[in-house]
């Protein structure tokens, strides 16, 4: 089956600790987003990647890093300085930058 | 930035009933898609429609790029058809996804 997926589904974290939340997809796409989704809010770009060994901010990098060293594995370390971590944040993927995307089914993170 | 505003904010509906959820943009964009967000948070691509018409069963979308607006269509409503839904474009030169601020809608049976 081809598609994008995201773990851990559920992640609790004490605050001052740094969380990475994986995204992989078999779909052979260039380019792969992260984002973020308050509740009752829309998505927000956290970062992206359109091809491996090169990503660019979004508008909510700050307290964020990823890393693109396999054109199938977009990884989102989420850090002690970001404020307010506690979020929804979903991972996509896409053909190439600015083409249709398709979506994981995303991880909560709730810091304690 | 480009500015995305979805309306209503809001919707409920009688299952059978139909409705009409709006997009509006601020400027040109290369793309436009429409998504389903389910109550466990997936989100379900609806269209990718940067203009034009397209049908898929029960619903449809309209872009008027010229127009800077996007509307979805569903008929004969479903109580599975209840969650949010999202508008999300992008601008020309770049690749930064906007999403609007969603419309929430609940069928009721």
């Known amino acids: 089956d081809g598609g994008i997926t995201q773990s851990p589904k559920y992640l609790f974290r004490k605050e001052g600790q740094n969380v990475t939340l994986s995204c992989e997809q078999n779909?052979?796409?260039?380019?792969m987003y992260w984002y973020r989704q308050d509740p009752g809010q829309g998505l927000r770009l956290i970062y992206y990647?359109?091809?491996?060994?090169?990503?660019q901010k979004g508008d909510i990098a700050e307290g964020y890093s990823v890393s693109r060293e396999k054109k199938e594995s977009f990884p989102l370390t989420v850090t002690s300085a970001q404020k307010n971590p506690t979020a929804f944040y979903l991972c996509?993927?896409?053909?190439?930058?600015?083409?249709?995307?398709?979506f994981g089914p995303g991880t909560r993170l709730t810091v304690l | 930035g480009i500015q995305v505003e979805q309306s209503p904010p809001d919707l409920i509906l009688q299952e059978g009933a139909n409705s009409t959820l709006r997009c509006n943009f601020s400027d040109s964009v290369n793309n436009l898609q429409w998504f389903h967000q389910n109550p466990w948070g997936q989100l379900i691509n609806l269209f990718y429609i940067p203009s034009g018409t397209k049908q898929n069963g029960r619903l449809s979308a309209t872009t008027v790029a010229t127009e800077r607006y996007s509307l979805l269509y569903i008929s004969s409503s479903q109580t599975t058809d209840s969650g949010v839904y999202f508008c999300?474009?992008?601008?020309?030169?770049?690749?930064?996804?906007?999403f609007g601020a969603g419309t929430r809608l609940f069928v009721k049976a």
């Open positions: 990647s359109q091809i491996v060994n090169d990503f």
């Open positions: 999300a474009v992008d601008g020309y030169g770049g690749f930064k996804t906007i």
């Open positions: 996509a993927s896409s053909v190439s930058g600015g083409n249709e995307q398709f």
């Open positions: 779909l052979n796409h260039d380019a």
